[in-house]
């Protein structure tokens, strides 16, 4: 537990706020020396590459024998802005709990795939076992990518906080932009003026009833039903104009089975004559329960928590469904706590060190 504390303390105690979300951010350097530096005294083979300028990925292996089984352990060192936070990178435990940014969302589980590959690496195996710490999760996820399309393994372990349950699902989503056009005039010209916030109006009514719709349709067993906001609004240009342009951003969260070209639809026939476009789209991940590296995982974590994990999805996205998307089958499995994103966050110290022992344990049955 001492060894957990202190490697969880001097991660949070880094400052890696994405750059991308908190314009002046850190970002991930100086965290991913730290990690490097901690790894590569552990005995791996390390490689830090920038993704993009500032930006770098840690990928380390403790290399085995050879005729294993590969195993990729995957967490994001970025994290999110502090604001209202007092002191977020200054760590402190109360009680078994370790507050401070970073430390639920993801460092714990960061810290715990760097015990466990640490262990590994002594373990004279002959398989691989592979950490990929990655940047810019929080926003566009370049880090995992540009893994995803560099390493392979035979399986993966994303180490988001679950609470030591399993998780084999989560959402996707995608953002869409909707546009409609008016005429600008004079305030005091209606016979000129065609006001564009107004023609939003019945795309915002159209939006409602799709959520309803959604609510009401199909689910998936862990992951409910799909839903669809109305995130941002912008147009006019002043009081005593007709505006000429109004945009509305909205997110659509998807389930296993809903495509971009099934949202697109939807929100086409929505939009009436509106001009509708797909900013950006991340895709939904599920894994079959009884694929190898679950059941594996399952087992390993009964045996060092003395009872079965749940099986569970999750609602926010991960990284795991970009690793699943190469071909990589990917699970999900991380500490407790709370508080992401949000002004208290903590991370459970004893769900951390339980979580490096799960990994370690189903590193030697995986890789052998």
């Known amino acids: ?6 490697l969880v303390s001097q991660l949070v105690a880094i400052d890696s706020t994405n750059p991308r979300l908190v314009p002046g951010g850190a970002g991930e350097a100086e965290v991913a020396a730290f990690v490097a530096r901690w790894l590569e005294a552990a005995g791996l083979d390390v490689s830090v590459r920038e993704v993009a300028p500032g930006r770098p990925n840690v990928v380390a292996r403790a290399t085995g024998s050879g ?3 590969d195993l990729l352990l995957n967490a994001h060192m970025d994290i999110v802005g502090v604001e209202g936070m007092t002191d977020p990178f200054a760590p402190r435990i109360e009680d078994g709990r370790l507050y401070g940014r970073g430390g639920f969302d993801m460092k714990g589980g960061l810290a715990a795939i760097m015990l466990a590959a640490a262990r590994a690496a002594r373990a004279d195996l002959r398989g691989d076992v592979i950490v990929a710490a990655v940047c810019d999760e929080e926003f566009a996820s370049i880090g995992a990518e540009a893994v995803a399309a560099e390493v392979w393994a035979d399986a993966a372990v994303v180490t988001e906080p679950t609470g030591l349950e399993v998780c084999v699902a989560h959402k996707g989503f995608l953002w869409l932009e909707i546009e409609t056009e008016g005429v600008a005039a004079h305030g005091s010209r209606p016979d000129l003026g065609v006001d564009a916030i107004a023609a939003m109006g019945g795309v915002l ?4 009833r799709l959520a309803g719709a959604l609510a009401a349709g199909r689910t998936h067993t862990l992951l409910g039903p799909g839903s669809v906001h109305a995130s941002l609004i912008a147009g006019g240009r002043e009081l005593s104009s007709y505006p000429d342009r109004c945009t509305l951003r909205i997110e659509r969260r998807t389930i296993p089975g809903e495509t971009r070209e099934l949202v697109e639809a939807q929100v086409r026939a929505l939009a009436g004559t509106a001009h509708v476009r797909t900013s950006f789209e991340r ?6 329960p009884d694929v190898s590296i679950v059941r594996a995982l399952r087992r390993h974590a009964a045996d060092v928590l003395g009872h079965p994990p749940p099986v569970v999805g999750h609602w926010a996205w991960m990284d795991a469904a970009v690793l699943s998307a190469a071909g990589i089958s990917t699970v999900v499995f991380g500490p407790g706590g709370a508080g992401a994103h949000a002004t208290e966050e903590w991370v459970d110290l004893a769900s951390v060190a339980a979580c490096a022992d799960v990994l370690e344990s189903l590193a030697r049955d995986f890789c052998g």
């Open 283 to 288: 895709l939904p991940f599920e894994v079959d």
């Open 1 to 6: 537990m001492d060894e957990v504390a202190e």
């Open 67 to 69: 005729g294993g089984r």
């Open 205 to 208: 009514v159209g939006i409602e």
